[in-house]
């Protein structure tokens, strides 16, 4: 088991930047794909990166794709998530998670068992 702690969520206008940050405790953190979802009000949570227990492979939602990078560093039991190009549609409360299942299955939300209390990231047009 892992527990996650989200950091770096705030306000930011369009076209901007922001920098996530995941900070894990407990054991063995590079056993786990680890993985980025949002959820927006009135939406569903969804899936936006994951990364392989390496950091070699990832994976990302078509939306985010070219504009957001998932990165880990083992050494540190930490993962981020680098969001450019900003728009409103990312507005969300970003979680991080924790999956003992492999990137093909990093989509489903289902397949992680541990998840962090989330990080507002609110971006105004």
């Known amino acids: 088991q892992v527990q996650l702690v989200e950091s770096g969520g705030g306000l930011v206008q369009a076209g901007g930047s922001l920098r996530l940050s995941c900070a894990a405790s407990g054991r063995a953190f590079s056993r786990y794909t680890m993985g980025w979802f949002r959820q927006a009000p009135g939406k569903e949570r969804e899936f936006v990166a994951a990364?392989?227990?390496?950091?070699?492979?990832?994976s990302y939602a078509d939306s985010v794709k070219g504009r957001f990078t998932i990165s880990r560093d083992n050494g540190k039991n930490t993962m981020a998530l680098q969001m450019n190009i900003l728009n409103p549609e990312d507005t969300a409360v970003y979680y991080c998670?924790?999956?003992?299942?492999?990137?093909?299955?990093?989509?489903?939300?289902?397949?992680?068992?541990?998840w962090g209390q989330g990080t507002q990231v609110t971006v105004s047009s």
């Open positions: 998670a924790a999956s003992l299942y492999g990137l093909d299955y990093s989509s489903s939300a289902q397949k992680y068992m541990n």
């Open positions: 990364i392989a227990w390496n950091g070699v492979s990832t």
